[in-house]
């Protein structure tokens, strides 16, 4: 994986993805997070050892890859929202921050109920969605369903949480949960998203009940009950 990791990055900046480059980012703040809470020192001295190559090597060939016209292109577009003097960059966001003020305006004429799910196509001036998941759920629904979607989250979080403890394997899911909710952020409708409702579906449907209770209840000495 983190062989990789070099080749990922230049793939993500190459075509200038901005929700790519962020989502970069998010990943590489999951690994750290997972390898912390887990004590694993040995991927920690691996984690920064590699990014501190690739940084190395990015400041050592910087001239040069400027020099490379498709390599410029997609850094550049891939990192003008963000501004080292001003935090977020509006201009280079595609006017995101017009789609906002109007989904926050929609979501103001009716906070409590919303204006109603599918709606935004036709109360919209885009005719489209505001491009974040927590607008939408405003617009949509009003703070009503917006704590309905974040009390189905903590619930789906606590059950992770459990089950994980148990089958460590599972502990990939939490970076396929992390691609859909990060592009939400910034763009697509949670609506129309294939992987926004796979996820979701997953993880409903993983099973907590322990396998074989009275096998394991002989062996324990206790009674296996539902994690």
Same mark, same amino acid.
């Given at each position: 994986?983190m062989v ?74 891939? +990192? ?6 001003? *935090?977020?960059?509006?201009? *280079? ?17 009716s906070p ?29 629904? *009003? ?55 796979? +996820? ?17 209840s002989a +062996?324990? *000495? ?6």
């Amino acid at each position: 994986q983190m062989v990789l990791l070099p080749i990922q990055i230049i793939a993500v900046i190459i075509p200038g993805g901005r929700g790519g480059f962020v989502l970069l980012f998010s990943y590489l703040f999951m690994i750290l997070l997972v390898a912390i809470i887990n004590k694993d020192w040995k991927k920690l001295l691996i984690f920064f050892s590699c990014i501190g190559v690739i940084v190395l090597a990015f400041f050592i060939f910087y001239k040069r890859l400027l020099e490379i016209p498709l390599f410029t292109a997609g850094f550049t577009r891939a +990192t003008e929202f963000f501004s080292f003097t001003e *935090g977020i960059n509006w201009d *280079g966001t595609s006017g995101r921050l017009e789609w906002y003020k109007e989904a926050w305006d929609l979501f103001k004429a009716s906070p409590i109920y919303g204006n109603g799910l599918f709606t935004s196509f036709y109360i919209y001036s885009k005719k489209q969605y505001p491009h974040n998941i927590i607008l939408e759920f405003l617009m949509q629904g *009003g703070l009503i369903y917006l704590l309905v979607w974040l009390s189905f989250a903590l619930w789906l979080v606590t059950k992770y949480v459990k089950v994980v403890k148990h089958n460590q394997h599972l502990r990939e899911v939490l970076f396929l949960c992390v691609f859909p909710i990060t592009l939400l952020m910034f763009s697509k409708s949670y609506l129309s998203n294939p992987f926004f409702w796979y +996820t979701v579906a997953y993880l409903v449907s993983i099973d907590t009940r322990i396998k074989y209770p009275k096998a394991i209840s002989a +062996t324990v *000495g206790a009674k296996a009950e539902v994690l």
